[in-house]
């Protein structure tokens, strides 16, 4: 099973920037970013095929976050640009053994622990 571990959260202002990153034990896999807010629900941050070919992203982070990877060190980021208050929550890192990008957390096999992020008004 696949090891994944993130780092690079903290606390921001409203506006600013915060690069996570997840590195993973193993490949072949897609990989994903999904957050939990206090008393939400887990839910589908953006998510990058194998070969990175493939991107989605929900809409309430497209044109401010940006996934991407980097095969050779097995390691996914998430730029995170234009910060709210309403993007503060623990991200997690994920990894699916599908075939296509799925925005399900129930498809993905493998979690991080969790890396919390904080943006400030």
């Known amino acids: 099973q696949v090891q994944l571990v993130e780092s690079g959260g903290g606390l921001v202002q409203a506006g600013g920037s915060l690069r996570l990153s997840c590195a993973a034990s193993g490949r072949n896999y897609i990989m994903g970013w999904f957050r939990q807010a206090p008393g939400k629900e887990r839910e589908f941050v953006a998510a990058?095929?194998?070969?990175?070919?493939?991107?989605n992203y929900a809409d309430s982070v497209k044109g401010r976050f940006t996934i991407s990877k980097d095969n050779a060190k097995n390691t996914v980021y998430l730029q995170m640009n234009s910060l709210k208050p309403e993007d503060t929550a623990v991200y997690y890192c994920?990894?699916?053994?599908?075939?296509?990008?799925?925005?399900?957390?129930?498809?993905?096999?493998?979690w991080g622990q969790g890396t919390q992020v904080t943006v400030s008004s």
């Open positions: 994920a990894a699916s053994n599908r075939m296509a990008i799925t925005t399900s957390p129930y498809l993905y096999v493998a």
């Open positions: 990058i095929s194998r070969s990175g070919g493939s991107i």
